[in-house]
């Protein structure tokens, strides 16, 4: 008796590429299930610290304010 078939890989990629091959849609904000729970606490932290727009703007100002009379420094 002959041996029967195991495998077969026949057609497959003609009817995989009749659509195209695409790629997952990234998401514009990653779920954070299942991620470390130390990294997302630490992410926490860090969100609070960062500036907000206003107040970035006005540190900048204020920055710019305080060079305005010294001259540049010399780079050699």
């Known amino acids: ?11 497959q990629n003609k009817k995989a590429h009749r659509n195209g091959i695409k ?6 904000h990653e779920s954070t299930l299942g991620m ?7 992410q926490r932290y860090a969100r609070k610290g960062n500036l907000s ?17 010294k001259p540049k420094p ?3």
């Open 23 to 28: 790629r997952p849609l990234r998401k514009r």
């Open 53 to 69: 727009r206003e107040e970035s703007v006005k540190r900048y100002n204020e920055r710019i304010a305080s060079q305005k009379g």
């Open 36 to 42: 470390d729970v130390k990294f997302l606490i630490n």
């Open 74 to 76: 010399v780079t050699l």
């Open 1 to 11: 008796m002959a041996k029967s078939k195991n495998h077969t890989n026949h057609n």
